[in-house]
């Protein structure tokens, strides 16, 4: 029997074709391809501005610098979330400060975070876990709201003009989930995408922020300013020098170096021309997960839809009730051994040798721990057929029972 993989990209001859035409136009770096990314992006999105880099980590972490987040501030982060969102912190100084997830939901606990808020908060930054969107208006609110019990001290200019913490919606699983209606990416002050090799739409490597500052702060001209830092602080890119008499530049900071290029870029903008297609087929995956575990005993399955939100349906995050890790992982190991490959979103962060060693504690986040210990991820991606989404669902089932 053949085997499935967890999570493989949709990579076709459209993918192909796009990718050679790049590569025969002699502009292979930023170029053409990566703005008309951003436009289509921005376009899609119904955001502000929108800069792509090489990936989310290094375009949020130039966020963070663009916004004076340094040594004695603070971020609130979920517990339960991939390293990254507590790493780019860590990079500019920071402390992560660790918010525990919902009873019912992996998501951040937002009456949790309003508990840890303190003086020295510069960012709130949740995260839309497996696709499915955080009350993005609550968190805005939140950050609001901060005033009422704190003073704002700014460390810079842009905190000079923003005068609250600012939010930062790590959306990097939910490219395409709506939020009242709206497509996500234009709610909160910056909304970071990833375009990973196993997000919904790649780019391979990739990530973009969308800038959605309130008006009297120029959103262009912050997406100009972190452009520069992302190319070494150079006023230029290689496009623009490329214009007649254009090749003279000046360096204004030392930057960094993390620019997507035309080849990344077009592979985005394939997707994204065939991503509601994308979208609908992940859905219908889902769906068939959800109708032949329904009514089966252990079971918690995830909700990709509420009052206010329709997940991305990037991720099939099963719980089996009861269930320890171990047990958990024997399920992956059996079910692996039939050639299915599941994975594990995510372990918290306390559980990391890292931030253990950093004096973090899971037991100070016990809703996350008890999101994590249980949870199965299943394959979702455009090629995965109706049969081998079946023979998943059965293979899973089957194992469960073994262990139990």
């Given at each position: ?13 459209k ?14 770096t930023?170029?053409?391809?990566t703005?008309g ?12 501005p ?11 972490e130039?966020?963070?610098?663009w ?8 971020v ?29 939901s992996?998501l ?10 303190s003086?020295?908060?510069k ?11 955080v009350?993005y208006?609550?968190?805005m609110?939140?950050?609001k ?9 700014p ?24 939020y ?13 995408f990833?375009?990973h090799?196993?997000?919904n739409?790649?780019?391979?490597e990739g990530g ?15 997406r ?9 602080g150079?006023t230029?890119?290689a496009l623009?020098?490329?214009?007649a008499?254009?090749?003279r530049?000046?360096?204004?900071e030392?930057g ?6 035309d080849?990344?870029?077009?592979i ?5 021309a ?14 068939l ?6 009514g089966?005993?252990?079971?918690i399955l995830?909700a ?5 939100a ?13 269930f320890?890790?171990?047990q958990?992982d ?5 079910a ?5 490959s599941?994975?594990?979103?995510f372990?918290?962060?306390p ?8 004096g973090y ?28 989404t ?6 899973v ?8």
């Amino acid at each position: 029997m053949k085997p499935i993989p967890f999570s493989p990209p949709r990579i076709d001859d459209k993918t192909i074709e796009a990718v050679t035409a790049v590569l025969k136009s002699g502009w292979i770096t930023t170029g053409p391809q990566t703005r008309g990314l951003e436009d289509d992006i921005r376009a899609y999105t119904q955001s502000g501005p929108v800069l792509c880099l090489n990936s989310w980590t290094n375009a949020v972490e130039l966020v963070l610098r663009w916004f004076g987040v340094g040594e004695g501030d603070e971020v609130l982060v979920p517990a339960y979330t991939y390293a990254a969102t507590a790493n780019i912190v860590v990079h500019v100084g920071a402390k992560p400060v660790m918010v525990d997830s919902l009873t019912h939901s992996a998501l951040m606990d937002i009456q949790k975070a309003k508990l840890l808020l303190s003086e020295r908060t510069k960012v709130i930054m949740p995260v839309d876990i497996a696709g499915f969107p955080v009350d993005y208006d609550a968190y805005m609110e939140l950050a609001k709201s901060w005033g009422e019990k704190f003073s704002w001290k700014p460390a810079n200019a842009a905190q000079e003009a923003l005068g609250r913490p600012l939010v930062i919606s790590d959306a990097a699983h939910s490219f395409g989930a709506k939020y009242k209606g709206k497509r996500v990416g234009s709610q909160t002050d910056v909304a970071g995408f990833s375009f990973h090799a196993v997000k919904n739409l790649t780019t391979a490597e990739g990530g973009s922020v969308s800038l959605n500052l309130p008006e009297h702060i120029d959103s262009a001209a912050v997406r100009a300013a972190l452009n520069i830092s992302a190319l070494h602080g150079q006023t230029k890119d290689a496009l623009s020098k490329t214009q007649a008499g254009q090749w003279r530049y000046d360096i204004v900071e030392a930057g960094f170096k993390c620019n997507m290029t035309d080849i990344h870029a077009v592979i985005g903008r394939v997707e994204l021309a065939r991503y509601e297609e994308t979208l609908q087929r992940r859905k219908h995956i889902c769906n068939l997960y959800a109708s032949f575990f329904s009514g089966k005993e252990l079971l918690i399955l995830p909700a990709f839809s509420n009052e206010y939100a329709e997940s991305s349906y990037h991720l099939y995050l099963l719980r089996v009730a009861g269930f320890s890790e171990e047990q958990r992982d024997a399920v992956i190991r059996i079910a692996a051994e039939q050639g299915v490959s599941l994975n594990v979103h995510f372990q918290p962060l306390p559980l990391l040798s890292f931030y253990k060693n950093l004096g973090y504690n899971i037991s100070d986040v016990p809703n996350a721990f008890a999101q994590y210990q249980n949870e199965i991820s299943l394959p979702v991606y455009f090629d995965l057929s109706n049969e081998d989404t079946l023979r998943v669902a059965e293979t899973v089932w089957n194992a469960i029972q073994e262990v139990r």
